[in-house]
């Protein structure tokens, strides 16, 4: 699989209309979870975050939190925060322009109906959207993408390899993905705690987007 844990410093200057990390002075880190609500794992994520006093950002899938309501609706009321990845999870290369709107608008409904909110904050699937997509979503939301990507969705990686990888690229500012998935269930609970837990004794707050 080819993938990279750390984006290089050369891409956010390419592509400086995304926003890929927050300010490097501040002794803070952006935890972001992928892919939810899904039982079993993202209830687990909270109680990990809980157990520390730490907050995320939970990129939902609209089909996820029609299928998860309550779970969507503890994420919040735990002092989490709530971003939108679209009703499908749809790859933008892969999907044309209007169909691609309607998925985000779609999902964006499915959160206030749910969860009475309205979130700015939109997670293109895989990273992957066309200028002329992010041209119309950029009026409505902030595109988020990130500096460091744990790859626990990758099977082909040792938990111990996932989490070195992970602590050595987090930095302040840096924004970090993590996936709340049935596909990455395994992986989260052998590298989740281990990483908070470095978060917490290099003295790094999780912060919201």
Known sequence: MVWIHHVPALIPRMFSQFVWNKERSENKIYLTFDDGPVSGVTDYVLDELAKRNMNATFFMVGDNIQKNHRLAQEVLQSGNGIGNHTMHHVNGFKTPYEVYLEEIDNCQLQIQETLSISSRLFRPPYGKITKKQFKSVVADYDVIMWDVLSGDFDATQS??????????????GSIVVFHDQQKTKEMIKRVLPDYLDFLNDSGLETALL
Do not use: F, G
């Not at 938990?159 to 302040?172: D, G, H, P, T, V």
């Open 159 to 172: 938990a111990e390899e996932c989490l070195k990888k992970s602590i050595k690229y987090s930095r302040n």
